[in-house]
């Protein structure tokens, strides 16, 4: 899909980039989720009663966190604007309150589904919130087609 398609001109129907919109929202949640399923494997044991982790495991945990939420924020706020500007080039400056409503709402579903994400993977037991990571991605897909519909 090229540049075009997703500015296009007045009267073009919005389409999600597939890159920007799809695919860096994932990877922003999926690689701190993945790092915390690998520390998962190494940390094998370390729920023994007693059993003390180690300051690296501590330190890397913590280092994945931040990460994690570094990187969504920035994907979000990046997102936001994008999603600013392109309202208002398509409405001549003056987008409708309820566009701008419904494009911070998508910010919320994609925080939301990083929230899920994260968690999901950085706690045992937690894996039933990846289920409820679907909604909220597709959430944020459908608030983001509809803030920009008929533009």
């Not at 994945?64 to 997102?79: D, K, N, S, T």
């Not at 910010?107 to 589904?113: H, R, S, T």
């Not at 991605?137 to 509809?146: E, P």
């Amino acid at each position: 899909m090229n540049d075009s398609s997703v500015t296009g001109s007045s009267g073009s129907t919005f389409r999600l980039a597939p890159v920007r919109d799809l695919a860096i929202p994932l990877a922003a949640a999926a690689i701190p989720a993945g790092l915390f399923a690998l520390l998962g494997l190494a940390t094998r044991g370390l729920a023994q009663p007693g059993a003390q982790p180690p300051v690296w495991l501590v330190v890397t945990m913590a280092m994945l966190e931040i990460l994690g939420i570094v990187a969504m924020a920035f994907v979000i706020l990046m997102r936001l604007e994008f999603g600013r500007r392109h309202l208002a080039l398509r409405t001549d400056g003056y987008p409708e309150a309820w566009r701008k409503a419904v494009l911070f709402t998508s910010v919320a579903f994609i925080l939301l589904f990083d929230i899920l994400t994260n968690v999901a993977a950085a706690f045992a037991g937690a894996s039933p919130l990846l289920l409820l990571a679907v909604p909220a991605f597709l959430g944020y897909v459908a608030c983001v087609r509809i803030a920009f519909a008929g533009l």
